[in-house]
């Protein structure tokens, strides 16, 4: 027996406590919201399911699972629900309980078919709902909205109770959640955040993949992604004008085609119509360009045909780069899917000798060996039972992909294709499997690889340094009409003269709706910067005010200026050795809770993997009140510009430009610490004279 609970005082508490005594001191417990036990769960057909995440706990640790499982469970069903966990913890990796998934289909609504004592509590169903719909979640049953293993929360039970506390929360309270699990509801004020998410925050020495798989296992950690577990997430919409800016900007700094022009008559090829990988296709066509997209799962070519974000399949790689000739002759945009291997395709284009203008790669290889990454040589089914039944062999044959992969790569680049990575740790994956040639150095990856990556070179330097970035809202009315108004006004705030990125996002929402960009809540994206995204936030929430639209929720993407520390990733282009630090994205949260956005969150991981970034975003309810109008003007140009800060620290151009006359502009509220730039030759000599002293003594 355990030394601890043998102490006399300990058992004489303990003894105390009972169901009886905790089912007492809870309102907001599943008995209160089940009469009786949900019957047992039924599957949708045709709707995508995780697969196994391996199952590997020890005895003791799996019993440690399921009586953390059982912590949701009111204790009359224990013996019904034990097996049956144990029965999804051994066979998928994880305890979903899926039973208490509400039937059918779930879809976010009008915030005014909620229950709640405040609307922020409302409005914050509506986006959970919206992460879950099986039209916008990657793998709805397990709750996995995008890239994978990215959940909103870990199981169905903290569903249910995240949605009861959202319905009670009032404006003097802030509902925590960690990793998931709803810790309660506090006393607060209404100027507090409503509600504070992390997710899988590790302690430094445990935040590697094997205490990361036993957490999740046991039930102690989520996977939040970004945006996903953010519960911020708008459908693939949300990476399309990223991908968009992505590729437009590669197009003009690699094949010299000039800012004022299209990527009409040119080549794009990737891999992966997934979460949002997906949003390739879409993009490339409101770019001008042609493009041929391989994917292994037919479900997903098929969301996006159904979609209208893919114009055609085929399942012949010669034919999809006959048909992509032929549209790139007609200087027309066209989105062509490849089902197949992305590897077979390009070895098509190697064997042909079929020109490539721009190549990435978008399979999910921040979890390669977990299922983001198809072996070449088997089906996608076949895929799917070897990552279940035999984890080596499929490793083996992913590393054994992985290595054919760069081989095609550097041969096509040799030919003069521009390959840059896509920020899913393709190049890291590929080093992983012992090839050190990807590395700058040749060794390690601590000076980068030998490809360029899309934030260190496009989207770093032309975007995130001048805070441009992944500012988002959702009509929480539901309404057609409020997301049209609501698309006219973020226009009208926009000078296309300013900068071509201004022009580029003027673009982009004037053509917004005609390019069918909403899947799921009626929501819009549109890259700005600190000023931008102050002005259209007081714009829309004057518009609620007025009784224009509706009720607004604010947010945006990770994928950012200031919320993200990802040295793989947003913070590549940092290059004063900053770019290992955490202490952007934690401030970022710090300082937008402080500031009374609705909702704040911090996550480790996102796109990139645990372990590699910590990310932080916001939700603000725009309820047209003056309490937001005061947050918007402090909160948001903070959210953008504490990241352009910490770049213009770095010494990046763009980003002193615009810390520079940020400090005019709000000269007397807002004061940015700039660096005086040393000259390299001055430093390099200064270096060099005290080694030469250095090796002589
Ligand atoms: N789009 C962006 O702006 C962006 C930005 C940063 C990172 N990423 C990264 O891109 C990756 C993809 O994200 P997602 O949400 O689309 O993930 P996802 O898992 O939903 O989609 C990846 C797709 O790739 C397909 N695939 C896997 N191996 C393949 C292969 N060998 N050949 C062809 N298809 C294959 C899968 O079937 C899947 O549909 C992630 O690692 C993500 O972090 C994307």
Redesign the pocket.
Known sequence: MNNKLSDENYWEVYAMISNDSIVKAMTIRLDAIFDELPPPPEFTGGIRRAPTRHFNLSQKDTELALKNALRYIPEKWHRTLAPEFLEELTTRGRIYGYRFRPGGEIKGRPVGDYKGQCIEGRAFQVMIENNLDFDVA?YPYELVT???TGQVCQNWMQYHLIKRYLEALTRDQTLVVASGHPVGLFASFPEAPRVIITNALMVGCFDDQENWHRAMALGVANYGQMTAGGWMYIGPQG?VH??YS?ILNVGRAKLGIPEDRNLAGRLFVS??????????GKAVVIAGGVGII????YS?IKTRLDQGWIDEVTDSPAEAFAAARDWQQRRQGRAIAFH????DLLQCAVDNNAAIDLLTD??????VYDG?????GIS?ARRTELLNNDSATFRKMVDG?LRH?YDLIKTLSARGTFFFD????FLKAVYDTGIEDVCKNKKNTLDGFIFPS?VEDIMGPLLFDYGYGPFRWVCLSGEEEDLRKTDQAAMACIDPTRRFQDRDNYNWIRDALKNHLVVGTKARILYQDAQGRMKIALKFNEMVRNGEVGPVMLGRDH?DTGGTDSPY?ETANIHDGSNIMADMATHCFAGNAARGMSLVSLHNG???GIGKAINGGFGLVLDGSPRVDAIIRSAIPWDVMGGVARRAWARNEGALETCIAYNETRAGSDHITLPYLADDKLVAETVAQQFKRNAKS
């Open positions: 990657l995008y890239g994978e990476i990223g991908t992505t891999s992966g119509l997934g979460g949002m990988s997906g949003a390739q391989a994917e292994v799962d997903r197949g291997n992305i590897v978008q399979t999910s290889c921040h979890a983001g990454y198809c072996p070449e996608f992909t992969h896509y920020g899913n740790s899309y994928h990733r996102g796109g990139v």
